[in-house]
């Protein structure tokens, strides 16, 4: 009989050891122990909310930093190439199990610094079209090692709704810096909607703020509104355009978020995207390959600000306001 308890003893004893090695190796019921590092490069400072609903949605996931997840960020990075692809492989270098690009020039130099490899990339934020070409050409059907969150394709009916709310719009002012790359596939874009709608466009090239906020002020009594579309060079600044137009009795609509005095946007929800894009993450952390992973859109949401409207001595028609998903009043 001692000789059956002493061999039950040895069995437990191995069977214990077991336990706690399988339990180092997986963490217990989450599966996290192991420590996941996530690097991120943004390219614009309004994308913040994206980063944050992107942090936010991975605690929900079970991701504690400091404990299972650690993040490696360098801050917003400028717009420069050389620069972007210096940071991005300065990230690669910490051995990083996924790279997140947040917003378009951040995605397209991703692409390219990680282009024949299977670093794991996750875009945020993004327009699929820039720069003449596409940064992922089958949204179903990722193939190579990206996947992500895109901006829907909502440029065309933000334009529509500006014309709605302004009855009578006839001349448009859009400014944009020839230089901004994730201006350049909205151009057309917008261009095309103007001419279906039989509005005229009034593009300028501008390259600062000041000199975008000079034009506003001195834009012809002829023209009905004002476009935005991201760029790099006026994005951060917005507010300043903002109480240009609102000095000017102008306003002004956006087809992506910009700052809350903007009479009208239409375009999603930077910080729920995010957290669109921490479901993404969760599941390549825990193996699947990006390739199987379709790109996903974001929603998008319809924000007038009658306080602005207000300002601006604009009556917004109960039969719009209804129709919308936000109201700043």
Same mark, same amino acid.
């Not at 009905?224 to 240009?244: G, H, K, Q, W, Y």
């Given at each position: 009989?001692?000789?059956?308890?002493?061999?039950?003893?040895?069995?437990?004893?191995?069977?214990?050891?077991?336990?706690?090695?399988?339990? /180092?190796?997986?963490?217990?019921?989450?599966?996290? %122990? #192991?420590?996941? !590092?996530? $690097?991120? *490069? +943004?390219?614009?400072?309004?994308?913040?909310?994206?980063?944050?609903?992107?942090?936010?949605?991975?605690?929900?996931?079970?991701?504690?930093?400091?404990?299972?997840?650690?993040?490696?960020?360098?801050?917003?990075?400028?717009?420069?190439?050389?620069?972007?692809?210096?940071?991005?492989?300065?990230?690669?270098?910490?051995?990083?199990?996924?790279?997140? /690009?947040?917003?378009?020039?951040?995605?397209?130099? %991703? #692409?390219?610094? !990680?282009? $024949?490899? *299977? +670093?794991?990339?996750?875009?945020?934020?993004?327009?699929?079209?820039?720069?003449?070409?596409?940064?992922?050409?089958?949204?179903?059907?990722?193939?190579?090692?990206?996947?992500?969150?895109?901006?829907?394709?909502?440029?065309?009916?933000?334009?529509?709704?500006?014309?709605?709310?302004?009855?009578?719009?006839?001349?448009?002012?859009?400014?944009?810096?020839?230089?901004?790359?994730?201006?350049?596939?909205?151009?057309?874009?917008?261009?095309?909607?103007?001419?279906?709608?039989?509005?005229?466009?009034?593009?300028?090239?501008?390259?600062?703020?000041?000199?975008?906020?000079?034009?506003?002020?001195?834009?012809?009594?002829?023209?009905?509104?004002?476009?935005?579309?991201?760029?790099?060079?006026?994005?951060?600044?917005?507010?300043?355009?903002?109480?240009?137009?609102?000095?000017?009795?102008?306003?002004?609509?956006?087809?992506?978020?910009?700052?809350?005095?903007?009479?009208?946007?239409?375009?999603?929800?930077?910080?729920?995207?995010?957290?669109?894009?921490?479901?993404?993450?969760?599941?390549?952390?825990?193996?699947?390959?990006?390739?199987?992973?379709?790109?996903?859109?974001?929603?998008?949401?319809?924000?007038?600000?009658?306080?602005?409207?207000?300002?601006?001595?604009?009556?917004?028609?109960?039969?719009?306001?209804?129709?919308?998903?936000?109201?700043?009043?």
């Amino acid at each position: 009989m001692s000789s059956t308890i002493k061999f039950a003893k040895k069995v437990c004893i191995v069977l214990g050891v077991i336990f706690c090695l399988v339990s /180092a190796v997986f963490g217990g019921d989450q599966g996290m %122990a #192991k420590m996941s !590092t996530i $690097g991120i *490069a +943004m390219d614009i400072e309004s994308f913040a909310p994206n980063l944050e609903g992107f942090k936010t949605g991975m605690a929900e996931l079970g991701y504690v930093e400091g404990k299972n997840i650690r993040y490696i960020y360098y801050g917003v990075v400028e717009d420069d190439d050389k620069i972007f692809d210096a940071v991005m492989k300065k990230l690669i270098s910490k051995d990083v199990d996924i790279l997140v /690009a947040i917003g378009s020039h951040s995605a397209l130099r %991703a #692409k390219e610094v !990680t282009r $024949g490899t *299977a +670093m794991p990339v996750l875009i945020s934020g993004f327009s699929n079209d820039i720069a003449g070409g596409r940064i992922v050409e089958n949204l179903n059907h990722p193939e190579g090692n990206m996947t992500g969150v895109r901006m829907a394709d909502n440029m065309p009916k933000a334009f529509e709704w500006l014309v709605k709310v302004v009855p009578g719009t006839k001349k448009i002012y859009l400014p944009y810096n020839p230089v901004d790359e994730v201006s350049a596939p909205f151009l057309p874009i917008v261009n095309k909607a103007a001419d279906h709608l039989g509005i005229e466009l009034v593009f300028q090239k501008i390259h600062s703020v000041e000199e975008t906020v000079a034009a506003i002020e001195t834009l012809p009594k002829n023209i009905n509104a004002i476009f935005r579309i991201p760029s790099v060079t006026l994005d951060a600044r917005n507010s300043e355009l903002s109480r240009a137009a609102i000095n000017r009795g102008l306003p002004m609509a956006a087809g992506f978020p910009m700052d809350e005095a903007v009479l009208l946007t239409f375009g999603p929800d930077l910080f729920n995207s995010g957290k669109q894009a921490a479901r993404l993450a969760n599941q390549i952390l825990h193996g699947i390959k990006p390739a199987d992973l379709p790109v996903e859109a974001t929603e998008i949401f319809l924000t007038i600000n009658l306080k602005t409207a207000e300002k601006i001595g604009l009556h917004i028609p109960d039969n719009i306001l209804l129709q919308a998903n936000k109201i700043i009043r």
